[in-house]
């Protein structure tokens, strides 16, 4: 369900027309509804009403500060994985008890921040991040609040860059292990157990990989308590997918049963880390059409959206729906829709049917709101869209479209590459 909608033949977010805030803001463009991102949040947050719960919004899904206080203000906390993310959830005004932090390589100085802004916990992806972090926690003469990431072996049947859960990835201590590993965090002095951690992948679209992975954890549970190890907090990470296409996700209310079902007796809070179900279908990227043309028999429409702003269908082949922001009653076109940037994998649609356009036409790129704008990248210097965020009838700039002074800062001509002097 989203507040992306057609009212005679005209795309609208929320109470706004999209061509309104197109003509405010120019292209490319990323859209978002306020009441599409809250409304989700409580969807999936009243699904585990049951059960003692904390949702940490994944960050990385979409860190704008602006979209993270969305988040906040509905009673989230954030789940971050750098120190850039940790100063945005608090420049958002996360609470930091609300703060989780994985990630397979944080910094002593990444690590230094989280403890001294007083984090819920670190969720421990190595038994050497364990060790460092006990010693930069003595130095500071504080203990750090751990989970350790399990690694359970589980495959999360989706697309193989996205899955974090198996033994050949790089991601959390593998499950054999985690006895043991955590039997040597007990002796430590400056760190204190308090859960168990898993991320299993994104873009998860069936139920099985997640209770398998819960079903590993239960039982590692129990023999953690059986070693005296207190287990608070049962982190089961983000994952859940949405239709980007014809896939049919799980419903939170289905993912929230098959997991309380199961788990409800564990006397842990548990933890989710969502961030594409929050966000995904709360988004679109809002792009101008340049040029039309045939090149053999196959045609494309380039559009002034690249894949410097979004990477997914380049990255991972991933489906995003096309649609026109008017719809003109015109005929179907199949083409490749392209963006400007020097490189044949730059397309945000393959072979695509889609509604006729014409230049200057506007077209929207649906599900653009998770690993969108936060995956963007300055490439062929091409200055970051701007970002907007609607709420009911009014709409407003949550990130300036960056200028070709904002590409330069920070560099500089040194003396020696002024010539040979
Ligand atoms: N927690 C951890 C530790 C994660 O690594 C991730 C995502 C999440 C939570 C949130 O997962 P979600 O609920 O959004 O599936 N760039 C890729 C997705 C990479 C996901 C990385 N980790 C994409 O565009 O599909």
């Known amino acids: 369900m989203n507040y992306f909608h057609y009212i005679e033949n005209e795309l609208w977010c929320e109470e706004v027309p999209v061509e309104r805030i197109v003509e405010a803001v120019g292209t490319p463009l990323y859209l978002y509804s306020y009441q599409t991102i809250t409304r989700h949040f409580q969807v999936f947050d009243a699904a585990f009403a049951g059960v003692p719960h904390l949702i940490c919004f994944s960050a990385k899904a979409n860190s704008n500060i602006a979209i993270l206080k969305t988040v906040v203000a509905a009673g989230g906390g954030v789940d971050i994985v750098s120190g850039g993310e940790l100063f945005r959830a608090l420049r958002a005004g996360a609470d930091p008890k609300k703060i989780v932090y994985a990630g397979v390589g944080k910094t002593e100085q990444e690590i230094t921040s989280a403890l001294d802004a007083g984090i819920l916990m670190f969720n421990i992806e190595s038994s050497q991040e364990l060790q460092v972090i006990n010693s930069v926690a003595g130095r500071l003469g ?33 499950i054999e292990k985690s006895r043991d590993e955590y039997r040597r965090a007990k002796e430590l002095d400056h760190i204190d157990i308090v859960g168990v951690d898993c991320h299993i992948g994104s873009q998860i679209t069936e139920l099985g990989p997640f209770i398998d992975a819960l079903t590993r954890l239960k039982d590692l549970i129990a023999r953690l308590r ?69 090149n053999a028999d196959k045609n494309f429409v380039i559009v002034d959206a690249g894949m410097n702003d979004l990477i997914r269908p380049s990255l991972y082949g991933s489906y995003h729906g096309i649609v026109p922001v008017r719809e003109k009653g015109k005929g179907i076109l199949t083409a490749d829709v392209v963006g400007p940037i020097c490189e044949s994998g730059d397309f945000l649609a393959k072979a695509r049917e889609i509604t006729e356009v014409g230049r200057g036409d506007l077209i929207a790129v649906k599900s653009a709101g998770a690993y969108g704008f936060s995956m963007s990248s300055n490439y062929n210097s091409r200055p970051r869209a701007a970002e907007v965020l609607v709420r009911k009838d009014r709409f407003e700039i949550i990130r300036e479209r960056e200028t070709y002074d904002d590409l330069v800062r ?12």
């Not at 399990?150 to 996205?162: A, E, F, G, Q, R």
């Not at 207190?230 to 014809?246: A, C, M, P, T």
């Not at 006397?267 to 679109?284: H, K, L, Q, S, Y």
């Open 410 to 421: 920070g560099e500089r001509i040194t003396d020696f590459v002024e010539g040979l002097k």
């Open 226 to 294: 059986e070693d005296g190890i207190e287990v608070r907090y049962l982190d089961l990470g983000g994952g859940l997918g949405i239709s980007y296409n014809e896939e049919t996700p799980p419903h939170p209310d289905e993912y929230a049963r098959a997991i309380i079902e199961r788990a409800k007796d564990l006397d842990c809070t548990f933890i989710f880390e969502p961030g594409r179900v929050i966000v995904g279908n709360a988004g679109v990227l809002v792009s101008r059409v340049l040029y039309v043309k045939t």
């Open 142 to 174: 504080t203990r750090a609040p751990i989970s350790l990431r399990i690694n359970p072996d589980v495959d999360p049947l989706t697309h193989p860059h996205i899955s974090t859960g198996l033994k050949q990835n790089k991601f959390g201590i593998n």
